[in-house]
Each structure stands twice: as C-alpha cells, then as structure tokens.
T-cell receptor, first 114, second 111 residues
Framework: ETGVTQTPRHLVMGMTNKKSLKCEQH?????MYWYKQSAKKPLELMFV???????ENNSVPSRFSPECPNSSHLFLHLHTLQPEDSALYLC?????????????FGSGTQLSVL | KQEVTQIPAALSVPEGENLVLNCSFT??????LQWFRQDPGKGLTSLLL?????REQTSGRLNASLDKSSGRSTLYIAASQPGDSATYLC??????????FGTGTRLQVFP
C-alpha cells in the first residue's frame, strides 16, 4: 500500500467547472510535488512545496492553483480548464533538503476535460 | 538544460530473457538517478536509486548502473517474467527539489 494517497482516482469535468485534486502522504516527508503525465510525453513537474512553501512553479497556467496547508496535504485546484489539460496528475513526496531521497508517488488522478 | 532520453521506446521479449534498458542524460551534474516502474493508468513505483557517488545498485533480479561522466545508466533485468511488463522510467535529480524524467521504455514480456 502506497504511503501517498490521491483522490479522486478519476475525474471528468467540463471547461467551466471548478474541482480540486487531493494528495495526502503518511511518510513523514516535508516536500510534496505535482507532476503532469500526458500521453507520449515525459512527466512534467508542475509545482514543488518544501517545508510548506512553494519553491517551484514550472510555468504552469494560472488555471491550476496549488495549496499546501501542512506538510502532509497537497491540493491542486482546477478552474476553467482546457481539453489539452486532460492527463494523469501525479502527486509525490520526499524528504527535502538533502537532495538524496527517493520520491514516492501516489496512484494519480486521471483527469478528462470535456 | 538537462534532458533525459530512454532507448528503446518499446521492447517485446519472450519470458526468460535477460534485458538491458538504457537511459542517457545531457548534464552530469546530478545528485542521483532513480528508476521507476509504471503500470498502465497507475502511479510510479520506485525500483532503484543510485547516488552520484555510486556505480550500481541491485534489488533481486534488477541491477542498475550509473556512469555519471558519460551521462548513462542501464537497468538490467535478469530472467524476465510476464509480471515485469510495464513502462520503466528513469529520472535524474539535478537539484534538491526536482526530478527530470525520460519518456520511458514500454516493456512487454510474453509467456
């Protein structure tokens, strides 16, 4: 059983909807990540939170809004998405600062934007 | 800019074969390299992590090597099984808070 839990597993939304993806880690880590995985493309880093502060925003459109209320929880708020935003969204966690730790991933949320 | 390439993109082999998957990266300034497995529609499972000071890591039938100076890593799978069928991804860590991924090798092992 993974130590990183993502909900929901699947999400279908219209372009005018607002929804949120949730991620929770039970590993005692202090860094959390959002990645996007589209077909036939490498995983793309979206956001990094280290010690609950955003340290990376990889030129992600403002229709994606992350929130990290504490070191165990990470959200991705979605609004007015486009069909090209359909992808698998993966959350990960690690122990920040050392540069040596493994990343542990959740099972992802498969998002379809109609 | 760090780029990670994996060859081949897809591989189909009969059960029992020994396999080598390749990963190359353009900038040798990395903290570590990690190999992952991904089943269709699922998240990533970490297989092996090699620190920049290490040459290889082993776990069961898997062995990963790292040649940082030439920007290469290989994942060796011994005596492949149908359960090994998945996409294998390599990723390098160029700084403390980031992983850069390759596009993966899609492996199918048939009985």
């Amino acid at each position: 059983e993974t130590g990183v839990t993502q909900t929901p597993r699947h999400l279908v939304m219209g372009m005018t909807n607002k929804k949120s993806l949730k991620c929770e880690q039970h590993l005692g880590h202090n860094a959390m990540y959002w990645y996007k995985q589209s077909a036939k493309k490498p995983l793309e880093l979206m956001f990094v939170y280290s010690l609950e502060e955003r340290v990376e925003n990889n030129s992600v459109p403002s229709r994606f809004s992350p929130e990290c209320p504490n070191s165990s929880h990470l959200f991705l708020h979605l609004h007015t998405l486009q069909p090209e935003d359909s992808a698998l969204y993966l959350c990960a966690s690690s122990q920040a600062g050392t540069g040596l730790g493994k990343l542990f991933f959740g099972s992802g949320t498969q998002l379809s934007v109609l | 800019k760090q780029e990670v390439t994996q060859i081949p993109a897809a591989l189909s082999v009969p059960e029992g074969e020994n396999l080598v998957l390749n990963c190359s990266f353009t900038d040798s300034a990395i903290y570590n390299l990690q190999w992952f497995r991904q089943d269709p529609g699922k998240g990533l499972t970490s297989l092996l992590l090699i620190q920049s000071s290490q040459r290889e890591q082993t776990s069961g039938r898997l062995n990963a090597s790292l040649d940082k100076s030439s920007g290469r890593s290989t994942l060796y799978i011994a005596a492949s099984q149908p359960g090994d069928s998945a996409t294998y991804l390599c990723a390098v860590r160029p700084d403390t808070d980031k992983l850069i991924f390759g596009t993966g090798t899609r492996l199918q092992v048939f009985p």
